[in-house]
């Protein structure tokens, strides 16, 4: 079964546009942390935030915010103000447990952000 | 520190041809780790090291596939007899310990693109 689910695979919006991106997860664990990738063109991903299974209160850095609901299992992400620049792959990420021994990577979302 | 670096970026081979990868974590990381990401898709697990000790192998890792890291700094991935459906992106990855990761996830590399003709 899939343990991270990104239903969106690609997702269009023009410059200054908040732009949600949905992810779901799967794990039996009560310890676990969530995190979002960006993957840009060049390949390297590029770790944006996290959050772990103890604390639910959603946050927002800069132009970022997401919002965890253990309820529902979802961990969604949100630019606000989007920019070209932030045009590219997203990836949500599953660790169960405190060991980090591995990821589960959801299939990605494409953001296309046009100005 | 410039991160984690990969080598080659790109890499085209005949099937059948052996080919191996390089890694390069950022120095003071005592834990490296491998992923396949296909076309599409996001990266999937092959292996994780602790220092020069190889800890976990996914099953996707065959037996035509092999990872060291011998002195617990590069680690380079070797793929015997390749076949096409080999072609993809390895990245490789390196953190610190656990409370490391549980903050900053991991530090990736740009990948190794593998084409198998």
């Known amino acids: 079964a899939q343990k991270v689910t990104q239903a969106q695979t690609e997702i269009s919006v023009v410059e200054k546009e908040d732009v949600t991106l949905d992810c779901v997860y799967e794990t039996r664990d009560t310890t676990y942390y969530l995190f979002w990738y960006k993957q840009p063109p060049s390949g390297e991903l590029v770790f944006l935030i996290r959050?772990?299974?103890?604390?639910?209160q959603n946050e927002i850095s800069g132009r970022y915010s997401w919002n965890f609901q253990k309820s529902t299992s979802s961990f969604n992400f949100t630019i606000t103000a989007s920019q070209v620049v932030d045009s590219a792959v997203y990836f949500c990420a599953l660790s169960e447990g405190y060991n980090f021994n591995k990821f589960y990577f959801g299939s990605g979302t494409k953001l296309n952000v046009k100005p | 520190d410039t991160g984690v670096s990969q080598n080659p970026r790109h890499k085209i081979t005949k099937r059948g041809q052996n080919v191996t990868f390089r890694c390069d974590p950022i120095s003071e990381h005592n834990r490296l780790y491998w992923y396949r990401q296909t076309l599409g898709q996001g990266p999937e697990f092959l292996t994780y090291f602790q220092n020069e000790a190889q800890l976990e192998k996914s099953r996707l890792l065959s037996d035509r596939f092999s990872a060291e890291r011998p002195k617990g700094s590069f680690s380079t991935l070797e793929i015997q007899r390749t076949e096409q459906g080999d072609s993809a992106m390895y990245l490789c990855?390196?953190?610190?310990?656990?409370?490391?990761?549980?903050?900053?996830?991991?530090?990736f590399g740009s990948g190794t693109r593998l084409t198998v003709v």
């Open positions: 990855a390196s953190s610190l310990a656990a409370e490391y990761s549980a903050n900053y996830g991991y530090t």
């Open positions: 959050r772990n299974s103890f604390d639910e």
